[in-house]
């Protein structure tokens, strides 16, 4: 059973979030790459804890341009070889959580939403899922179904809430009422 989390936050909001998360779960995590438009690489890209990953919240123009799984510690992923490098699918990795992180656009003046999805339920993926939940409901707001960190409340009316990409129209944005 699928399951999604959609949520808009800054850098500062998924840290803190997922900081509470590596403390709260009873076993280690970490964040293994599984895609970035940006990068292409021929080695699997790992980091133990959420302040290691760099420019977590810059995206470009649009939502999953970057994904991670996040594991436990001591899982040794299933990659794929690819023509763009080596990728690492949630489908083959099913005790993980993906993780498509909120960001700003290039220019800064829109705020791209992010993702928490789960495929496959079983004990890894159940723990870390309801753990982000559980901590997003305590720490976030939830407006019709969406998340917002506290930072990312902060910039209403300064940056558009992206739900699909910078260039749809803006009837296509979030448009939230605080």
């Known amino acids: 059973m699928s399951r999604r989390i959609n ?3 800054t850098e500062k909001d998924m840290v803190s979030l997922l900081k ?3 403390e709260t779960i009873p076993f280690d995590v970490k964040y293994i790459l599984s895609y970035d438009i940006n990068i292409v690489t021929e080695k699997v890209l790992e980091y133990k804890n959420v302040e290691q990953i760099p420019n977590l919240d810059r995206l470009t123009k649009g939502h999953s341009e970057k994904s991670f799984l996040i594991t436990r ?5 299933e990659i794929k070889d690819t023509p763009i490098g080596v990728k690492v699918n949630q489908g083959e990795n099913p ?3 993906g993780f498509d992180p909120s960001g700003f656009s290039e220019d800064g003046s829109c705020l791209i939403h992010g993702i928490f999805s789960m495929m496959e339920e079983n004990v890894i993926s159940k ?4 753990t982000i939940r559980r901590l997003m409901n305590k720490h976030f707001i939830k407006l019709r179904g969406w998340y917002f960190g506290d930072d990312a409340k902060s910039l209403c ?3 558009r809430y992206i739900c699909i990409g910078v260039n749809e129209p803006e009837e296509y944005d979030f448009h939230p009422e605080f």
């Open 95 to 97: 005790e993980s959580v």
């Open 20 to 22: 509470e998360v590596e």
């Open 127 to 130: 723990e870390l899922f309801n």
């Open 7 to 9: 949520f808009f936050a």
């Open 157 to 159: 009316g300064q940056v």
């Open 73 to 77: 510690s001591d899982v040794k992923p």
